[in-house]
């Protein structure tokens, strides 16, 4: 093979790379106000200064805080109890994993088509209860998209980000249970308290990165908010790209704020989260020592 090949693969892989940075870059420049083009020259804070006195933004970040967060935390717990059902039955090869890998799969505008059939008051569930009779309208069925509780909107995400916590922990617990749980098992302890006390606590790594990874996702995407999200208030990307389609283009740096305002909320949790590992890890360090 030509040596020359592995560099010649990467090469995609790079350029897009750049393009990031160069993207990433260039939208925290303009939101400090500089855009030539447009004649704004001057470096400022104003536009952060005046995003966060305004209520709209306020209100469309707790949206998205509220999104974000509660979807996530459901994701856990309903990820880690389809992990261990999958572990316990033996199912982690095969055609179950294929089912786990193409739901993460589905892109999440498809799950957005899918939330409208099945969850709206002229869907597919509402239809079923009208025939049952278990309403006497389809205008009955609860109201569940485009509310301003954005249950729709979780509903989606759990719809792909259950099957990814499930995906990203499977092999850890797995493996886990397969040694350790089943020596806890074969020395006294029932599978109930080997679960408990071996096999989630050392899967709990992979579980939280998952936590992690879906979290700063829902609460930077844009799909599912805009697609299944009330009308007002709006969830904070919809709202920063309604603010970057603005006719009047100096309108640019607010959009560009509010996204330099997601990037580092994205960022907060991150530290927040390595944070709190770190922290536990040392308590785990000295409780080890004594």
């Given at each position: 093979m030509n040596k020359k090949t592995p560099y010649i693969l990467i090469m995609p892989i790079v350029l897009l790379g750049v393009l990031f940075i160069y993207g990433l870059v260039n939208g925290i420049i303009q939101s400090f106000g500089y855009i030539p083009a447009l004649d704004l020259g001057n470096f400022t804070l104003d536009y952060y200064i005046e995003i966060l006195k305004d209520p709209t933004f306020i209100d469309s970040l707790k949206v998205s805080l509220k999104i974000s967060i509660i979807s996530s935390i459901l994701a856990m717990v309903l990820g880690t109890i389809l992990t261990t059902a999958l572990v316990y039955t033996g199912h982690t090869e095969g055609k179950t994993l294929q089912?786990?890998?193409?739901?993460?799969?589905?892109?999440?505008?498809?799950?957005?088509?899918?939330?409208?059939?099945?969850?709206?008051?002229?869907?597919?569930?509402?239809?079923?209860?009208?025939?049952?009779?278990?309403?006497?309208?389809?205008?009955?069925?609860?109201l569940l998209l485009y509310t301003e509780n954005s249950l729709g909107i979780i509903l989606g995400y759990l719809w792909k980000?259950?099957?990814?916590?499930?995906?990203?922990?499977?092999?850890?617990?797995?493996?886990?249970?397969k040694t350790l749980g089943e020596a806890s098992e074969n020395l006294g302890a029932s599978r109930l308290k080997s679960f408990f006390y071996i096999t989630l606590p050392l899967s709990m790594p992979a579980i939280?990165?998952?936590?992690?990874?879906?979290?700063?996702?829902?609460?930077g995407a844009y799909d599912l908010p805009f697609l299944l999200g009330a009308t007002m208030p709006k969830a904070l990307p919809v709202q920063a790209h309604l603010e970057y389609m603005h006719p009047d283009l100096r309108y640019r740096p607010y959009a560009m704020a509010m996204n330099g305002l997601i990037l580092a909320v994205s960022w907060t949790m991150t530290g927040i989260y390595y944070l709190v590992k770190k922290k536990k890890g040392i308590k785990?360090?000295?409780h080890e020592r004594y």
């Open positions: 089912i786990i890998k193409l739901a993460i799969l589905i892109p999440h505008t498809i799950v957005a088509l899918f939330s409208i059939s099945l969850l709206s008051q002229n869907g597919l569930i509402a239809r079923l209860f009208y025939n049952l009779g278990f309403i006497s309208a389809q205008g009955d069925f609860p980000e259950v099957p990814f916590v499930a995906y990203f922990s499977l092999a850890l617990m797995n493996s886990i249970n939280s990165k998952a936590f992690l990874i879906i979290l700063t996702f829902s609460f785990g360090d000295v």
